[in-house]
């Protein structure tokens, strides 16, 4: 049998349909258009596996900012009455099938990036439901990242209109540029334009730092800055290698079941 595991990055879902409610408090309504949303996604995607991928929400920034303190600092936190929801909304998700899984010391995102490309490797069809562009760098001919709000797929194509470079670029792209929405600062300088430039003349950071070849407008920035670029690729840099704990078995979709339950 053929799979396609569907992953949902499930607080990048829940936080954009609370956004839009007029009453932030009504968390009863929150479960009720979440869910919904969740059950057109199940139909739209038709999954054999599915899993709700969770940050869980007493841990703290991880390794990420062990490396790099400021990242993420001083986001705002959930919505009380929406954290307080969380076990509900999940409650509610497993009746319609699909389990939760909360991340305990590594960000749901690299969860994410690990089952997904364990499955992927396999030549098994996986699809990532998130408006996050950070999962691009992980695609392959066999994994796919949908943006169901905007309707769109971020697929290579999508990357090169974005960002100008390829989809396993992208660390080094954000290792250059930064994120800011992350507090993640990259090369002082350096901006989209030259990133692209450097990146469609080297494969990566180092390659472009290795090089006589790079444009003397750049060399300055990369030899004061390189150690930066390099924190902040690997910040940007999902990883792949987490012990998950379980198997597809443990997350095939049978509604039925739930439904007699």
Request: hydrophobic share 35%; charged share 25%; proline share 6%.
């Amino acid at each position: 049998m053929s799979i396609h595991l569907v992953i949902i990055d499930a607080l990048n879902l829940i936080r954009r349909n609370h956004a839009v409610q007029t009453d932030p408090t009504d968390i009863a309504r929150t479960i009720d258009t979440t869910s919904k949303t969740l059950t057109r996604i199940i139909n739209e995607s038709d999954p054999t596996h599915i899993i709700a991928v969770f940050d869980h929400h007493l841990q703290d920034r991880g390794w990420r900012a062990e490396l790099l303190p400021e990242y993420k600092a001083g986001r705002k936190p959930m919505p009380e009455p929406l954290q307080q929801g969380l076990e509900s909304i999940q409650d509610a998700w497993w009746e319609l099938g699909v389990d939760s899984l909360l991340s305990s010391g590594d960000e749901a995102d690299d969860l994410v990036a690990t089952l997904a490309t364990k499955v992927a490797a396999h030549q098994e069809k996986v699809t990532i439901i998130s408006t996050d562009k950070g999962y691009c760098q992980i695609l392959s001919p066999t994994l796919q990242i949908r943006d169901y709000f905007q309707q769109r797929w971020l697929d290579a194509p999508f990357i090169a209109d974005e960002f100008g470079v390829k989809p396993e670029q992208l660390a080094d792209y954000w290792g250059l540029t930064g994120v800011s929405s992350s507090q993640v600062p990259g090369v002082p300088g350096i901006g989209p334009k030259a990133a692209k430039e450097i990146l469609t003349q080297f494969p990566d950071i180092e390659s472009a730092y290795a090089s006589e070849e790079l444009p003397k407008k750049y060399r300055k920035k990369l030899d004061e800055h390189i150690e930066m670029a390099r924190i902040c690729r690997q910040v940007s840099k999902l990883k792949t290698d987490i012990e998950l704990g379980f198997n597809l078995q443990d997350i095939r979709f049978n509604p039925a079941d739930n439904e007699q339950a």
